[in-house]
C-alpha cells in the first residue's frame, strides 16, 4: 500500500532534459543535466532498461516512452510497483496537468483514495480559514478522503510559534475542526527535505513536539525526514499517535538501507509506513517500490530471523497503512 503519493502529468516530457528533470526536486533546468550524475538516476536507467526492455542509456528509455501510448506506458510501470492500494496528495501537480484520483486508480488496476491538502483551502480576507474551508475539513471523511496533509513547512517552517500568525491559525483551525469532528483523519506533515523554497533547518519533525500534545488523539504521519531521520524515530518511538515513512528519501538517496537503518533504530516497526511519493512520472513509483523492497531485505535481514523479518516488511509495506488509514 502507498500511503502517500501524488498523480502523474498529462504531457510527457519533450526531451531528453526534461525528462531528467521529472527525477529532481529542483525546477531549474540548469540543474537538470546534473541529475544524469546521481547515483539514483543511474540506477534508474539500468532498473527501467530492465523493465521496459531496451538499452540501459536515458535515450533508450526516453524513445521507449514517446514510442508507448502514455497512459498504457504509466500504467506498465504502475502495476509493476505492484501497489494494491494507492494514497494520493490531490494539492500537486495542478489539476488541470495531471490525471485525477480515479484514472490513476484505474491505470494501477487498484483502489486509489484522495488526500486532502489543506492549503489548497480558500481563505478569507484576513488570511484565516473561511468558514466553508472549515466544514469542510469536518466533513472530509464524509467526502471519501482518508487523509489530510500539510505543506507548512513550505509557508515557513515547522516551528509554529515561529510562524506568521495567519499561517499557525490556520494550521491549527484545521486541527481543531478534524479533531472536532470526533472522527479524526490521520494528517501527514511534510518534513524534512523537498523542494529548494523550504528553509530545510526549519523542516526539522522535532519542532512539533507541542502539535502532537496539543492534539493527541489524532494521528500524525511524518512524511520524507530526511536528513532528521533519528529525530523522527524517536518521535514515532514515544508518541504514539506519530508515525512516519521514507517517502522521497526513497528512492533518491544513493544508500536507502542506511537511511532505512537509521529510522529503525528507534521507531516500532508498526509506526513506519511505505510511500513513494511519486510525482509527475510513473517511473518513481517502480524506483521507489524496487529500492524499498531491497533495503528492507537488507536491513530485517540482518536484523531479524527470517519469519521475523517477513512480519516486519509486511508490517511496512501494507498493513500499518491499512490499519492507521482504516481501509
Not at 516530457?13 to 531549474?28: K, M, Q, T, V
Not at 489539476?95 to 486509489?112: K, N
Not at 528492507?296 to 512480519?311: F, Y
Request: hydrophobic share 45%.
Amino acid at each position: 500500500m502507498d500511503h502517500h503519493a501524488h498523480s502523474i502529468l498529462r504531457t510527457p516530457p519533450r526531451d531528453l532534459n526534461e525528462f531528467r528533470g521529472l527525477f529532481s526536486e529542483s525546477a531549474d533546468p540548469r540543474q537538470w543535466p546534473h541529475v544524469a550524475t546521481t547515483i539514483m538516476y543511474q540506477r534508474a536507467v539500468e532498473l527501467l532498461a530492465i523493465e521496459l526492455g531496451c538499452e540501459p542509456r536515458e535515450e533508450a528509455i526516453l524513445r521507449r516512452r514517446r514510442g508507448s501510448d502514455p497512459l498504457q506506458y504509466a500504467s506498465e510501470l504502475l502495476r509493476a510497483a505492484g501497489a494494491d492500494v494507492l494514497l494520493l496528495d490531490e494539492g500537486y501537480p495542478p489539476a488541470s496537468e495531471a490525471l485525477s484520483t480515479v484514472e490513476m486508480g484505474t491505470l494501477a488496476g487498484c483502489p486509489a483514495y484522495p488526500v486532502l491538502r489543506l492549503e489548497t483551502l480558500p481563505t478569507n480576507e484576513d488570511g484565516g480559514l473561511h468558514e466553508h474551508s472549515l466544514t469542510r475539513v469536518a466533513a472530509a471523511r464524509a467526502a471519501g478522503y482518508v487523509a489530510l496533509k500539510t505543506v507548512v513547512a513550505y509557508r515557513g517552517g515547522l516551528d509554529l510559534e515561529a510562524l506568521a500568525p495567519a499561517t499557525r491559525a490556520r494550521l491549527l483551525d484545521a486541527l481543531e475542526a478534524n479533531r472536532d469532528s470526533g472522527d479524526p483523519l490521520p494528517v501527514q506533515i511534510h518534513t524534512g527535505f523537498g523542494d529548494p523554497d523550504l528553509l530545510l533547518a526549519r523542516a526539522d519533525p522535532s519542532y512539533l513536539k507541542p502539535l502532537f500534545e496539543r492534539f493527541a488523539e489524532t494521528s500524525f504521519v511524518l512524511l520524507h525526514c530526511y536528513p532528521f531521520i533519528r529525530e523522527a524515530g524517536w518521535l514515532a518511538s514515544v508518541y504514539p499517535n506519530v508515525f512516519l515513512d521514507l517517502s522521497l528519501t526513497i528512492p533518491h538517496v544513493s544508500r536507502p538501507a542506511a537511511i532505512l537503518a537509521e529510522a529503525v533504530e528507534l521507531a516500532p516497526l508498526s509506526k513506519l509506513l511505505y510511500g513513494s511519493d511519486a510525482v509527475r512520472t510513473p517511473e518513481l513509483y517502480l524506483l521507489a517500490a524496487r529500492a524499498w523492497r531491497a533495503a528492507l531485505a537488507e536491513v530485517l535481514g540482518a536484523l531479524l530471523s527470517e519469519r521475523a523479518a517477513e512480519r516486519g516488511a509486511a508490517l511496512i509495506l501494507r498493513k500499518n497503512a491499512l490499519a492507521l488509514y482504516r481501509l
